[in-house]
T-cell receptor
Framework: DTAVSQTPKYLVTQMGNDKSIKCEQNLGHDTMYWYKQDSKKFLKIMFSYNNKELIINETVPNRFSPKSPDKAHLNLHINSLELGDSAVYFC??????????????FGAGSRLTVL | DAKTTQPPSMDCAEGRAANLPCNHSTISGNEYVYWYRQIHSQGPQYIIHGLKNNETNEMASLIITEDRKSSTLILPHATLRDTAVYYCIVRLYNNNDMRFGAGTRLTVKP
């Protein structure tokens, strides 16, 4: 069983389209994250949810909207895709970040290519 | 949060110990040192963390200097599969995010 699973693994789409990336974790963790890794390989945090509540929202265009239907899922919806959105997006989870060591478990990544 | 400084790249011979340094001279007393690595095209992987005592697990050892201003991650017997980018991160124990820098690209050579 994959601990943190993301779908799709690859996504190729046209500029202006709307797309979603799904993430599920079966670790029973309370906190989930989205990170973006661009072509220069810098890994940047975008969002963090704790028990379905948004707790970190970095300076990300509001075209990006995370949605957490329950604490095991954190989906990323992107509207009006732009060329600069091309990147690998990683989902991660951790046990309650407020009370324990912050050890993140990452998914395998979703490579988004905007043409 | 304390910033970290790592060399951009290092080489290591297969079977030898890989010693990856990290400077964190502005670390505060309640901040931990975390190490993660990212093997090409995969998600980052947690390795180890510590506060001030040396730590060891099945993957690596973490040596933190007495003044806590620097640390070294040790892979005792590096294999080709240890080729990856290694990230040193300093965070509060219960801080809710990990912020990754540029890391050190370790290349293990046969």
């Amino acid at each position: 069983d994959t601990a943190v699973s993301q779908t799709p693994k690859y996504l190729v789409t046209q500029m202006g389209n709307d797309k979603s990336i799904k993430c599920e974790q079966n670790l029973g963790h309370d906190t989930m994250y989205w990170y973006k890794q661009d072509s220069k390989k810098f890994l940047k945090i975008m969002f963090s949810y704790n028990n379905k509540e948004l707790i970190i929202n970095e300076t990300v265009p509001n075209r990006f909207s995370p949605k957490s239907p329950d604490k095991a899922h954190l989906n990323l919806h992107i509207n009006s895709l732009e060329l600069g959105d091309s990147a690998v997006y990683f989902c991660a989870s951790s046990q309650d970040g407020y009370s324990g060591a912050n050890v993140l478990t990452f998914g395998a990544g979703s490579r988004l290519t905007v043409l | 949060d304390a910033k970290t400084t790592q060399p951009p790249s290092m080489d290591c011979a297969e079977g030898r110990a890989a010693n990856l340094p990290c400077n964190h001279s502005t670390i505060s007393g309640n901040e931990y040192v975390y190490w993660y690595r990212q093997i090409h095209s995969q998600g980052p992987q947690y390795i180890i963390h510590g506060l001030k005592n040396n730590e060891t697990n099945e993957m690596a050892s973490l040596i933190i200097t007495e003044d806590r201003k620097s640390s070294t991650l040790i892979l005792p017997h590096a294999t080709l599969r240890d080729t990856a980018v290694y990230y040193c991160i300093v965070r509060l124990y219960n801080n809710n995010d990990m912020r990754f820098g540029a890391g050190t690209r370790l290349t293990v050579k046969p």
